[in-house]
């Protein structure tokens, strides 16, 4: 079980990690990051905070996967600050000022937590 909610949570990571690297090759998908501050496409450095978000959630679902036995050991003891990053992500896109950011990243990002609270539990 502990595995299944492991690569559960990495399959849903690798959905925002999809969309930062868009973002990040200039998709105009603004409207779903950084609260809506740029509806199309983001400015360059803004872009360059994408692609270390996507390094930020691979690395993170890299750290739930190794505490579940499934991924590289070495990222085992990032796993807590991954739960806390998941958990603080999760409050501020429900907080997010841009709707469609909240309705989509919400969900997926609560998601994700009880998936990683499943794995620290178990």
Do not use: K
């Not at 990040?24 to 360059?44: D, E, S």
């Not at 450095?45 to 930020?56: P, T």
């Amino acid at each position: 079980m502990t595995q299944a909610l492991a690569l559960a949570y990495a399959g849903l990571a690798a959905l925002p990690v999809a969309m930062h690297l868009a973002v990040a090759a200039g998709a105009p998908l603004g409207r779903f990051t950084v609260g809506g501050r740029f509806p199309g496409r983001l400015p360059p450095a803004w872009r360059a905070l994408a692609l270390v978000q996507a390094a930020l959630l691979g690395a993170m679902a890299g750290a739930v996967l190794a505490r579940a036995g499934v991924g590289a050991s070495p990222l085992a003891p990032l796993f807590w600050p991954a739960i806390a990053l998941t958990v603080m992500s999760l409050a501020a896109n429900a907080a997010s000022p841009s709707r469609p950011e909240r309705l989509l990243w919400t969900p997926v990002l609560f998601l994700m937590a009880a998936a990683a609270l499943g794995v620290a539990l178990l």
